[in-house]
């Protein structure tokens, strides 16, 4: 080829490429050119030429590692390679741009957040402020998110039909040896009605007293919606409906009943959609067709019937605006009265509430326009109601225990009174159908034989019994007599009353006197506080009629009008011998002495002898006139129920069990309650054992002989009250421990101010005693419950006490005759001794409370221990209890003559 055509020489170092690497310039890193280098391609690889010799196998420059390792040196020596970062500070010629300056890989901006929280660019607190169309995103996107849950809420509710509701079952109660005693409580008693057969008065009555915009308002309370969701979320109560729309939905939703926040979300919607799709009228129908009323009655006419006895239609103003009232809660408005289910849901204290809520109705119907105040005039006293009870399953006995068991229930479980109505439980009962026969024909037996009141009106009408017998060892209640007939007459006499329990109440300040023991009166308040002397049973006090009670440092006991106070015993009779008339505890308690008692009881303390009740197992708001002395000789109203429960912890050695009467309740979703046992130790054994030696003696040779059994031991005490107006025998053996109350007291609801009355001639004796029926009936009734079960001793009681106020006298011994005392059915009193004169007096003082010696008041009472009412020094109006049980002035008035 010729010469000319020859190709120029190419560089060896990579082509073109390369070559273009090779160019002089400036060198953009810092690494210093490899020594030799001029900056040229040459140069870069240590020869003068681009020959092939370059690479030639005796080049004398040649570098290592092949023409790769000679590209990457001929860039160093360019200036290329693997860039650096500039030095903090330091810029290339020419500026940040310029050629100085190493060509890196350009930043990657940082990537953009949905949510910018916390917020970037910013420093300190403001990253935690959120910005403006953060705060609106998220609340558009919360109330977004209310509008689609409302919506789909609301589609998917349903609208209620009364008529689904009226399904219910039955409760089972069972007897305690798991037979069946009666199906009932469940039915739901109903019959819808029209609107037109509602009268407009029903209608407007609960529109004034429950929601006066029903018909303008959309259906719901926000507000009230609010504050139910509040407080259910923090656990506090729940709360019904607001307005008429949302309680008709409530009554209407009785497949889901309960208090849950979904449940209350799903009502709301229930009512959004109700009030924009029913008719005003309807709903008021609904309501009142679907509400509970009480009595079992579901809907107006069930309750018109239920109540009057009358169709819905025919109602009056006055009974509209009655059953109004009964909308807020039968149990605290019904006159019948529930104390089973509240003490304080008496039939008084249930008509007044009813009264006041009935007149209020009233008063705001007028207020409202729907009622003119010349009609409104017409209606100033409560309508006149039937008897309760309309369910002969519930005669007898049966409907008392029912009512028991019930209200355990209620007051042991989250299951309401609505709930048991609707039914669908099986409820185990403690109640021992043998001995529930058994109680009720010794009240019958007694009552047969002695109470006429068609031959005697005057004494024998009104007479009434209750009683009620526990288990020692486990509280359980095995019977009760609450009356003739739980269909006739619906006061339960087993369990709350008003009749005072009298000198049964004796036993807790002898256990008071025991456990905790008298003060030393030459201490001071606070020391003797401390510093006490247990009391032994042989310890002596005063038997004297009109003895003058002391403080317990020997101060004499005055009341807030410096009046003194004078106890008196039954029949104005002294026990023992003159001149101090000592008496040990066990003699003052057989032949039940008051003076001794009360002064014993002013000794220790009256806040211990309550103290020493409530331990037992009395209750503490049946308890009356705790500071005055008269307290220790039972002016207070415990129930048959509780009595018999608090002498029962005396049976079991002081171990103290609340009596109850359910054992387990069932539903279709299996166990939902089952007793629990708990038992405290009220008593040590020493004492309540050394209590039940004294009540012994009660039994074998005091007041209380009528109750001696065949074969076995028993401990009791009888009790009379002040007037004679009630009489007790509570009693007990190792096994069973039973309380038996006699009282006059008008059982028809149409006697206005119901009182006790008094037992002077009843029966055709003279006055009526615990050791006469109340312990014939108790001997009758424990003969046949404890037929085949073996007979057990009590606990020999080892030594307690002290022997105090032990002064030199005569040989305390009790004035009754030995005839009296062996007779197999005696009146155990004492002789009567003459009374000393009482301090020279003027002319006794009469007013309301009766009359009183200006000296001092006298306590006077029956065989058992008489007591006054419950003393109110300073109230002026009637000093009788809630049922009329008054006698005489504060401090004894006239005296007995019992």
């Known amino acids: 080829m010729s010469e000319h055509r020859r190709k120029p020489p190419q560089p060896q170092g990579g082509g073109r490429a390369a070559a273009r690497r090779g160019q002089p310039g400036p060198s953009s890193g810092r690494r210093a050119a490899p020594r030799g280098a001029t900056g040229s391609p040459a140069d870069a690889y240590g020869t003068s030429s681009h020959g092939a010799d370059s690479y030639g196998r005796g080049g004398e420059d040649r570098l290592p590692g092949g023409r790769a390792e000679a590209r990457r040196a001929a860039q160093r020596a360019a200036g290329g390679g693997r860039r650096r970062a500039p030095e903090p500070g330091r810029r290339g010629p020419g500026g940040p741009n310029g050629p100085g300056r190493g060509r890196g890989r350009a930043a990657v901006p940082a990537k953009k957040r949905f949510i910018d929280y916390p917020r970037?660019?910013?420093?300190?607190?403001?990253?935690?402020?959120?910005?403006?169309?953060?705060?609106?995103?998220?609340?558009?996107?919360?109330?977004?998110?209310?509008?689609?849950?409302?919506?789909?809420?609301?589609?998917?509710?349903?609208?209620?039909?009364?008529?689904?509701?009226?399904?219910?079952?039955?409760?089972?109660f069972y007897w305690s040896d798991g037979t069946e005693m009666v199906?009932?409580?469940?039915?739901?008693?109903?019959?819808?009605?029209?609107?037109?057969?509602?009268?407009?008065?029903?209608?407007?009555?609960?529109?004034?007293?429950?929601?006066?915009?029903?018909?303008?308002?959309?259906?719901?309370?926000?507000?009230?919606?609010?504050?139910?969701?509040?407080?259910?979320?923090?656990?506090?109560?729940?709360?019904?409906?607001?307005?008429?729309?949302?309680?008709?939905?409530?009554?209407?939703?009785?497949?889901?009943?309960?208090?849950?926040?979904?449940?209350?979300?799903?009502?709301?919607?229930?009512?959004?959609?109700?009030?924009?799709?029913?008719?005003?009228?309807?709903?008021?129908?609904?309501?009142?067709?679907?509400?509970?009323?009480?009595?079992?009655?579901?809907?107006?006419?069930?309750?018109?019937?239920?109540?009057?006895?009358?169709?819905?239609?025919?109602?009056?103003?006055?009974?509209?605006?009655?059953?109004?009232?009964?909308?807020?809660?039968?149990t605290y408005y019904d006159p019948a009265g529930a104390t089973s289910i509240d003490p304080a849901a008496t039939a008084d204290a249930n008509k007044r509430r009813a009264k006041i809520q009935?007149?209020?109705?009233?008063?705001?119907?007028?207020?409202?326009?729907?009622?003119?105040?010349?009609?409104?005039?017409?209606?100033?006293?409560?309508?006149?109601?039937?008897?309760?009870?309309?369910?002969?399953?519930?005669?007898?006995?049966?409907?008392?225990?029912?009512?028991?068991?019930?209200?355990?229930?209620?007051?042991?479980?989250?299951?309401?009174?609505?709930?048991?109505?609707?039914?669908?439980?099986?409820?185990?009962?403690?109640?021992?159908?043998?001995?529930?026969?058994?109680?009720?024909?010794?009240?019958?037996?007694?009552?047969?034989?002695?109470?006429?009141?068609?031959?005697?009106?005057?004494?024998?009408?009104?007479?009434?019994?209750?009683?009620?017998?526990?288990?020692?060892?486990?509280?359980?209640?095995?019977?009760?007599?609450?009356?003739?007939?739980?269909?006739?007459?619906?006061?339960?006499?087993?369990?709350?009353?008003?009749?005072?329990?009298?000198?049964?109440?004796?036993?807790?300040?002898?256990?008071?006197?025991?456990?905790?023991?008298?003060?030393?009166?030459?201490?001071?308040?606070?020391?003797?506080?401390?510093?006490?002397?247990?009391?032994?049973?042989?310890?002596?006090?005063?038997?004297?009629?009109?003895?003058?009670?002391?403080?317990?440092?020997?101060?004499?006991?005055?009341?807030?009008?410096?009046?003194?106070?004078?106890q008196a015993n039954d029949g104005d009779e002294s026990l023992g011998k003159a001149p101090n008339y000592q008496v040990d505890l066990r003699t003052a308690m057989q032949f039940s002495a008051n003076s001794a008692f009360v002064q014993l009881g002013m000794d220790v303390g009256l806040d211990k002898v309550k103290e020493a009740a409530t331990d037992a197992g009395i209750l503490e708001d049946s308890l009356t006139g705790t500071t005055f002395p008269s307290f220790s000789i039972g002016i207070s109203e415990p129930s048959a129920i509780r009595m018999a429960g608090s002498y029962a912890t005396f049976a079991a050695s002081g171990k103290q069990r609340d009596p109850y009467s359910v054992t387990e309740v069932k539903s279709k979703d299996g166990t939902i309650y089952k007793h629990e046992d708990e038992t405290e130790q009220a008593f040590t054994a020493q004492v309540a054992d050394n209590v039940t030696d004294v009540l012994k003696t009660v039994v074998e040779k005091g007041t209380g002989t009528n109750a001696q059994l065949t074969g076995r031991e028993v401990a009791g005490k009888t009790g009379t009250t002040d007037g004679n107006k009630s009489a007790w025998f509570v009693g007990y053996t190792p096994q069973l421990s039973t309380a038996i109350s006699m009282f006059r007291y008008p059982d028809d609801e149409t006697v206005k101010n119901r009182k006790f009355l008094e037992m002077y001639g009843t029966g055709d004796q003279t006055s009526i005693h615990g050791a006469s029926f109340p312990s014939e009936i108790w001997h009758d009734y424990m003969e046949q419950a404890l037929k085949g079960e073996p007979a057990k001793s009590f606990p020999v009681p080892e030594p307690i006490g002290e022997v105090i106020n032990d002064v030199p006298s005569p040989t305390p011994t009790p004035t009754a005759s030995e005839t009296e005392e062996t007779s197999p059915t005696p009146t155990p009193t004492p002789t009567r001794t003459k009374p000393n004169p009482k301090p020279t007096q003027s002319e006794p003082e009469c007013d309301f409370f009766g009359c009183e010696d200006t000296t001092g008041g006298t306590d006077t009472g029956g065989t058992d221990g008489g007591v006054t009412t419950s003393p109110t020094p300073t109230d002026t109006s009637d000093t009788s209890n809630g049922n009329g049980n008054g006698n005489g002035g504060l401090f004894g008035g006239t005296e007995s003559t019992g």
């Open 120 to 172: 970037a660019g910013r420093d300190g607190l403001r990253r935690w402020v959120p910005s403006w169309k953060l705060v609106s995103g998220l609340f558009l996107s919360f109330l977004g998110g209310l509008v689609a849950i409302a919506g789909i809420g609301y589609a998917m509710v349903g609208i209620p039909i009364v008529a689904d509701t009226a399904e219910a079952q039955n409760n089972v």
């Open 358 to 566: 009935m007149q209020d109705t009233l008063d705001k119907m007028v207020e409202y326009g729907h009622l003119s105040p010349t009609d409104r005039e017409k209606f100033q006293e409560l309508p006149a109601t039937q008897n309760p009870r309309a369910n002969t399953a519930l005669s007898g006995q049966v409907g008392y225990l029912v009512d028991l068991a019930k209200a355990n229930v209620i007051n042991n479980t989250n299951i309401t009174a609505e709930d048991l109505q609707r039914g669908g439980y099986s409820i185990y009962t403690t109640f021992d159908k043998k001995k529930v026969k058994a109680l009720e024909a010794a009240v019958k037996k007694v009552e047969k034989e002695n109470i006429d009141p068609k031959k005697r009106p005057k004494t024998d009408k009104h007479v009434q019994f209750g009683g009620a017998s526990v288990d020692p060892e486990t509280g359980a209640i095995r019977a009760i007599y609450g009356g003739t007939d739980a269909t006739k007459h619906f006061t339960n006499n087993a369990d709350v009353t008003g009749a005072q329990v009298g000198s049964t109440f004796k036993p807790f300040v002898l256990a008071a006197a025991m456990k905790w023991g008298v003060r030393d009166p030459e201490l001071g308040e606070t020391q003797a506080q401390d510093e006490r002397t247990k009391v032994s049973p042989k310890s002596l006090y005063s038997g004297k009629n009109d003895l003058k009670i002391k403080n317990y440092d020997g101060t004499v006991w005055q009341d807030d009008k410096g009046k003194e106070w004078l």
């Open 183 to 330: 199906a009932t409580g469940g039915e739901i008693n109903r019959q819808i009605v029209n609107l037109d057969q509602i009268p407009e008065d029903m209608r407007n009555a609960v529109i004034s007293q429950e929601n006066k915009t029903f018909y303008t308002d959309s259906g719901i309370d926000p507000k009230g919606i609010a504050r139910a969701v509040f407080n259910m979320a923090r656990g506090g109560e729940t709360q019904g409906g607001s307005t008429i729309t949302q309680q008709y939905v409530k009554n209407a939703m009785l497949d889901d009943q309960s208090q849950t926040l979904s449940r209350k979300f799903q009502e709301i919607f229930v009512s959004i959609k109700v009030g924009t799709k029913v008719s005003k009228d309807d709903i008021m129908a609904g309501y009142l067709n679907s509400a509970y009323y009480g009595r079992g009655a579901y809907g107006i006419q069930a309750a018109s019937r239920a109540y009057f006895n009358k169709d819905s239609i025919d109602l009056s103003t006055g009974q509209c605006a009655f059953l109004a009232a009964m909308l807020k809660g039968a």
